[in-house]
Each structure stands twice: as structure tokens, then as C-alpha cells.
């Protein structure tokens, strides 16, 4: 898994009843990374080990890593790399990683 990649993602315990089911999100920090939240409960967090932090193209209007923190990797199910239904939309997605978004501090391999 790669910052800017889209992933899809199992079914979370922790998600409002609504929300069970998978989800697709952009993959904004991986693990040992710091990352300015979007309304999250902490203005900063680092993403903890076995975890990355995604979100919604629709900053505001999405469910995602600033309502329910880190995911853990071991609920990631695929990576996205297009859109097949409706057929009028197919299309590649783009791995992009807006600048604004990008985390504060990677951590040193």
C-alpha cells in the first residue's frame, strides 16, 4: 500500500450499523507517519503501526479516517484501480495525493 492509493476496505466492528459494509478510500498517511486531521478528535495524529489513516475525495463530506481514526491493515481487502459501474463512468483512477494532504513527518526506514 502506497500514499495516494485507493483501497477498499472490510467492514469495521467500530462503524455505526449504517456503515457496515466496504468502503473506498484514498490512502493519505501509512504507519509511523503524523498527519493533520480533518475535525478528528486529535488536530494531529500518528498513525500507529499495522494502521494506515484514508479519506474521502470529499473532504467534509465523507466517512472516513477523520470520523473513525486509523484503519488497521488487516481489514484492507483490495486496491481500487477503476470504476466499472455505471458503465458510462469507467475509467481509470488516478493515484494522486492532494498537496494539502500529504502528511507532516514520514518516518526514517
Known amino acids: 500500500m502506497e500514499h495516494h492509493d485507493l483501497c ?6 467500530d462503524f455505526p450499523n ?5 468502503i473506498i478510500k484514498r490512502v ?8 493533520k486531521t480533518i475535525g478528528y478528535k486529535k488536530k494531529y495524529v500518528k498513525v500507529p503501526h499495522g494502521h494506515i489513516w ?3 475525495d470529499h473532504h467534509g463530506h465523507s466517512f472516513d479516517s477523520n470520523a473513525f481514526g486509523p484503519v488497521s491493515l488487516g481489514l484492507l ?3 481500487a484501480t ?10 481509470k ?6 498537496p494539502e494532504r500529504k502528511p507532516l513527518q ?3 526506514e
Open 54 to 56: 484514508v479519506e474521502g
Open 18 to 22: 449504517d456503515f457496515k459494509s466496504k
Open 28 to 35: 493519505i498517511a501509512l504507519e509511523g507517519d503524523i498527519i
Open 77 to 79: 481487502h483490495a486496491r
Open 93 to 98: 483512477l488516478q493515484p494522486m495525493l492532494p
Open 8 to 13: 477498499c476496505s472490510k467492514e469495521n466492528m
Open 82 to 91: 477503476h470504476i466499472l459501474w455505471p458503465p458510462q463512468r469507467w475509467q
Open 106 to 108: 514520514r518516518e526514517q
